[in-house]
């Protein structure tokens, strides 16, 4: 087959009868690539036109109008954190932390209401709630919620003591922390919703830590010494008490006693006195063998003799009787 030659004038009048078609075809797939795009489904996409937001669209694929409109994607369903304090170097079954540094020791280190140092370490985990305030109400949001996460849990530690900081007050922290900050987040209009505060390590400071574990190491075994000091004192206390009542009881019943007993003797001196009115001598002899009987068995065995010796009689304790 011959090879066949075009002239010059051939190839523009070629050029010309297609090169319109040409550039509709080429319109039509930018307008066409242009007008359709993808929302993945953990994202939202704000859209916007000439800068001016018009309206937010769902997951799913889209339309819009190209070369006028731009399309913003926002991860809403997605959580990110903030770490404060350290920072996750590695994420894993093993997951390593990078503690050192200026910024993070910056972060971490609070003064707490009593005037003593602690080294904080949290993370706050959170969602874009609303696209629009996220983009667009405030420059750089992840910024500003990180300085507002760190001015508020100063504020808040800053309030107790180094104890409550580091023992019984670090989930009444983190709950305050979370309040305050998702109220502040909606104060700025951040389009953020915060899902978590977890407080991390809170330890004092390498650089006091001894002290402040010698001043711990005090505390308990002061502690130790009022706990022994509190059980000894509810053992001899009580027992102490018990006794004193003893003793008043005893008292009071040996008193009762001698009052009885005294009353009961007035009143036999009273009943022995009107006897003797009535008899006067047969009342005396009655005593005065009344109290023969009582005296005499007490002095043992008797022998009674007449002045010379003459005549003795043994009388007998059994024959008194």
């Known amino acids: 087959m011959a090879n066949q030659e075009y002239s010059a004038d ?62 913003y994607k926002v991860p809403v369903e997605r959580q990110k954190k903030q770490e404060f304090g350290f920072r996750t170097q590695q994420a894993g079954v093993r997951t390593q932390y990078s503690r050192t540094g200026s910024v993070t020791e910056d972060e971490a280190i609070m003064l707490t209401g009593d005037l003593n140092l602690a080294n904080v370490q949290w993370v706050v985990q959170y969602r874009v709630s609303d696209p629009y305030n996220y983009l667009f109400k405030v420059r750089n949001p992840d910024n500003t919620l990180r300085d507002l996460s760190e001015a508020i849990t100063r504020q808040i530690v800053g309030d107790r003591t180094v104890n409550e900081v580091l023992t019984v007050g670090r989930a009444e922290i983190a709950s305050e922390v979370k309040v305050l900050l998702q109220e502040m987040s909606r104060e700025y209009s951040l389009g953020i919703e915060i899902a ?15 002290a402040f574990n010698a001043v711990n190491e005090a505390q308990q075994e ?38 009885n007993n005294a009353q009961g003797e007035v009143a036999r001196f009273n009943a022995l006195y009107d006897e003797y009115i009535k008899a006067p001598e047969v009342t005396k002899k009655r005593i005065y063998l009344e109290t023969l009987q009582e005296v005499l068995p007490k002095l043992g065995d008797k022998i009674i003799t007449s002045e010379d010796g003459n005549n003795m009689i043994p009388l007998l304790k059994k024959e008194l009787n």
């Open 222 to 259: 002061r502690e130790t010494l009022i706990n022994e000091a509190k059980s000894e004192y509810n053992k001899v206390i009580p027992r102490a008490r018990g006794q004193a009542q003893e003793t008043i009881q005893k008292a009071e019943g040996y008193a009762t006693q001698r009052v």
């Open 10 to 71: 051939e190839i523009t009048q070629f050029i010309k009868k297609y090169y319109k078609a040409a550039i509709i075809i080429v319109v039509l797939l930018v307008v066409g690539f242009g007008s359709f795009f993808q929302i993945g489904t953990e994202e939202e996409g704000v859209v916007t036109r000439f800068g001016k937001h018009v309206r937010t669209v769902t997951p799913g694929l889209k339309m819009k109008i190209p070369f006028m409109e731009k399309v």
């Open 196 to 210: 978590q505060v977890v407080l991390q390590d809170i330890n004092p400071p390498e650089s006091v830590k001894q």
